[in-house]
């Protein structure tokens, strides 16, 4: 089924970008951890429409501190869709994991760099993510977590 959508609107929740005292720009490549979580929520009384929350975290990776981009970042943010046609919510969700989020990422990898452009250490882009990879990790990680239940 082809699930058409649309992004209404987005709102950002919450950003925090601190800088890395100990940045080192003349080291070739830089390091990091950048971890991110979705979560989607249909309405509660329109079938056709869903908000999208996606939080974005860029921390040290252990061992490599001196190696770390040039700031710390958590930003959280929604994002509002519709669907133009009927979709069934398992899809609309799928859609919305690879795609929608996709969408809420650039538009809060905007947001990091509008700020960090006017930051001590100068522009910083999030690194691009691959929300393929991030949607199979998820749905390999969730028969496992069923089985811990147990």
Do not use: W
Not at 38 to 61: C, G, M
Not at 107 to 118: E, F, G, K, N, Y
């Amino acid at each position: 089924m082809n699930c058409v959508f649309q992004l209404n609107a987005y709102q950002i929740e919450s950003v925090a970008i601190a800088q890395n005292a100990g940045f080192n720009p003349k080291l070739g490549e830089h390091t990091g951890d950048i971890s991110s979580s979705i979560n989607i929520a249909p309405h509660t009384n329109d079938s056709s429409k869903y908000r999208l929350a996606l939080e974005i975290q860029v921390k040290p990776t252990a061992k490599k501190e001196k190696d770390f981009f040039p700031y710390a970042v958590a930003i959280r943010g929604r994002a509002f869709f519709t669907f133009n046609n009927q979709c069934p919510r398992e899809e609309a969700e799928k859609a919305l994991r690879l795609n929608g989020a996709s969408i809420l990422y650039g538009l809060l990898r905007a947001q990091v760099a509008q700020i960090t452009a006017q930051s001590v250490h100068g522009q910083f882009l999030l690194p691009a993510m691959n929300f393929m990879e991030l949607a199979k990790a998820q749905q390999e990680a969730q028969p496992a977590k069923a089985a811990n239940q147990k």
